[in-house]
């Protein structure tokens, strides 16, 4: 790989930090730049690095791709409106489950699903329609590793996979923490001035929920596993885990609900210990607390007759489910 890992032992914030707006400042020049905040730490950071570089030459969007967390749109905006940094929300949910129709292979809905439709139609749109020539972007070196070495193809990794944004998109894009884990992105979030909710949120996938919903994408099926969601992060928020998901399973199983059959739906619980996400394993819950979650999920979820906990390491597995 071109770009050299910062350990956290070895990183200084305050000093990545004046190095980083420096850099973003000479490579945009007089210019504007674009960047896309999610809400992720990930994108929290980049933004503040871009806004510090260059202040209102910096457009900030939140894309709204229907695949977010419950009410992630508008609280993010919130979030940011407190830091002084205006974030415009574009409604692309359209184009993105246009494109997620009918795809049920993760790595097709990864490719043609998302990184496409995010990066060619909906930023491709707003790049040329703002007139900026850059686009800021919080790639890390787990990202890149991860792709590079084959396992997953990261939304978010383009140059190291060969990819020319400025032929294939029309804009160059600017990765400040490439050298950083997110460890270290959480480090300089923090000395940013980003509220610890933001800094120390656990990591959610840039194909967001698209990414827990193995089989096809569809609104009403993000619309549960949303929900899911919710109720994991709810009950689980306190338990010092690393990150902590629910995935809507394709099959469907026989259940009974007020004495009746009920074919119903299957969520799968994963919550991990890991530092860096390379490896994890399971977090041994108490089972008290699996069965409020269990509870919960056939209560508020509908039509969920069965609810199972992960309990593979990874490897073999992989955090997300697709
Ligand atoms: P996996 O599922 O590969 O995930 O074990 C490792 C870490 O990366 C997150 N993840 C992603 N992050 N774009 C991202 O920005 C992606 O396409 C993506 N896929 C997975 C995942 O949540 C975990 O923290």
Same mark, same amino acid.
């Given at each position: 790989?071109?770009?050299?890992?910062?350990?956290?032992?070895?990183?200084?914030?305050?000093?990545?930090?004046?190095?980083?707006?420096?850099?973003?400042?000479?490579?945009?020049?007089?210019?504007?730049?674009?960047?896309?905040?999610?809400?992720?730490?990930?994108?929290?950071?980049?933004?503040?690095?871009?806004?510090?570089?260059?202040?209102?030459?910096?457009?900030?969007?939140?894309?709204?791709?229907?695949?977010?967390?419950?009410?992630?749109?508008?609280?993010?905006?919130?979030?940011?409106?407190?830091?002084?940094?205006?974030?415009?929300?574009?409604?692309?949910?359209?184009?993105?489950?246009?494109?997620?129709?009918?795809?049920?292979?993760?790595?097709?809905?990864?490719?043609?699903?998302?990184?496409?439709?995010?990066?060619?139609?909906?930023?491709?749109?707003?790049?040329?329609?703002?007139?900026?020539?850059?686009?800021?972007?919080?790639?890390?070196?787990?990202?890149?590793? @991860?792709? %590079? &070495?084959? #396992?997953?193809?990261?939304?978010? *990794?383009?140059? +190291?996979?060969?990819? $020319?944004?400025? !032929?294939?998109?029309?804009?160059?894009?600017?990765?400040?923490?490439?050298?950083?884990?997110?460890?270290?992105?959480?480090?300089?979030?923090?000395?940013?001035?980003?509220?610890?909710?933001?800094?120390?949120?656990?990591?959610?996938?840039?194909?967001?929920?698209?990414?827990?919903?193995?089989?096809?994408?569809?609104? @009403?099926? %993000? &619309?549960? #596993?949303?929900?899911?969601?919710? *109720?994991?992060? +709810?009950?689980?928020? $306190?338990?010092? !885990?690393?990150?902590?998901?629910?995935?809507?399973?394709?099959?469907?199983?026989?259940?009974?609900?007020?004495?009746?059959?009920?074919?119903?739906?299957?969520?799968?619980?994963?919550?991990?210990?890991?530092?860096?996400?390379?490896?994890?394993?399971?977090?041994?819950?108490?089972?008290?607390?699996?069965?409020?979650?269990?509870?919960?999920?056939?209560?508020?979820?509908?039509?969920?007759?069965?609810?199972?906990?992960?309990?593979?390491?990874?490897?073999?597995?992989?955090?997300?489910?697709?």
């Amino acid at each position: 790989m071109a770009v050299e890992e910062i350990a956290l032992q070895d990183l200084d914030p305050e000093a990545f930090i004046d190095e980083k707006v420096r850099e973003i400042a000479a490579a945009v020049g007089d210019g504007t730049a674009v960047n896309a905040l999610s809400g992720g730490v990930d994108s929290a950071v980049v933004t503040l690095l871009g806004h510090r570089a260059l202040g209102e030459r910096l457009r900030t969007y939140f894309i709204e791709n229907g695949l977010m967390r419950k009410g992630e749109p508008e609280h993010i905006r919130e979030v940011f409106a407190a830091l002084g940094v205006p974030v415009e929300i574009v409604d692309a949910r359209a184009e993105f489950f246009a494109a997620l129709r009918g795809v049920t292979d993760p790595e097709e809905k990864r490719d043609k699903g998302i990184t496409q439709v995010f990066y060619k139609d909906v930023f491709g749109k707003l790049v040329r329609d703002s007139g900026a020539k850059f686009l800021l972007q919080g790639t890390n070196y787990t990202d890149v590793e @991860e792709t %590079v &070495a084959g #396992v997953k193809r990261q939304h978010n *990794i383009l140059a +190291q996979l060969g990819i $020319d944004t400025q !032929a294939a998109y029309g804009y160059q894009v600017l990765e400040p923490i490439l050298p950083l884990r997110k460890s270290g992105v959480r480090a300089v979030g923090k000395a940013l001035g980003l509220p610890e909710e933001i800094y120390s949120r656990p990591p959610f996938p840039g194909p967001a929920l698209a990414a827990r919903v193995i089989g096809e994408v569809t609104p @009403e099926r %993000v &619309a549960l #596993v949303r929900e899911a969601t919710a *109720i994991v992060e +709810q009950e689980l928020a $306190d338990s010092g !885990a690393f990150q902590y998901l629910a995935i809507l399973h394709e099959d469907r199983v026989t259940g009974v609900r007020a004495g009746r059959r009920d074919f119903g739906r299957q969520i799968e619980v994963r919550c991990w210990d890991s530092t860096d996400a390379v490896t994890a394993e399971p977090t041994e819950l108490p089972f008290a607390t699996l069965r409020r979650i269990a509870d919960r999920i056939t209560a508020e979820v509908p039509g969920v007759v069965s609810v199972t906990y992960n309990v593979a390491t990874k490897p073999p597995s992989t955090i997300e489910a697709v």
